[in-house]
């Protein structure tokens, strides 16, 4: 059974930075791919940026630029480096493991972007 789990949220003020982190347990994490999703109260979980098992990524175009998405296979650990905070990337932050089978997702984060 694939456990993850998301430390890291908080509050920060607009242009501030934050890292989340990821943590996972199991043997797929290496041959998989890594998500970080978010969703605000009324709004359907969007996609944020996703990491390939070979290291190629994406980014949603409001983060691009912001944003950047690492892994450490040897720590079965993923994170989101998140720079210039806007107010709009205040939301619920899930990270996600896309297994071949079954994708594996946390209880997410609170991140808070107010001044």
């Known amino acids: 059974q694939v456990q993850v789990v998301e430390p890291g949220g908080g509050l920060v003020q607009p242009g501030g930075s934050l890292r989340l982190s990821c943590a996972a347990s199991?043997?797929?994490?290496?041959?998989?791919?890594l998500s970080w999703h978010r969703q605000t109260p009324g709004k359907q979980r969007e996609w944020v940026t996703t990491?390939?098992?070979?290291?190629?990524?994406n980014y949603r175009d409001s983060v691009y630029g912001r944003f950047t998405i690492s892994r450490d296979n040897a720590k079965n650990m993923a994170y989101l480096q998140m720079n210039s905070l806007k107010l709009e990337d205040t939301a619920v932050y899930y990270c996600?493991?896309?297994?071949?089978?079954?994708?594996?997702w946390g209880q997410g984060t609170q991140v808070t972007v107010s001044s």
């Open positions: 996600g493991i896309l297994g071949k089978r079954s994708s594996y």
């Open positions: 199991g043997s797929i994490f290496s041959d998989s791919a």
């Open positions: 990491i390939t098992s070979d290291g190629s990524t």
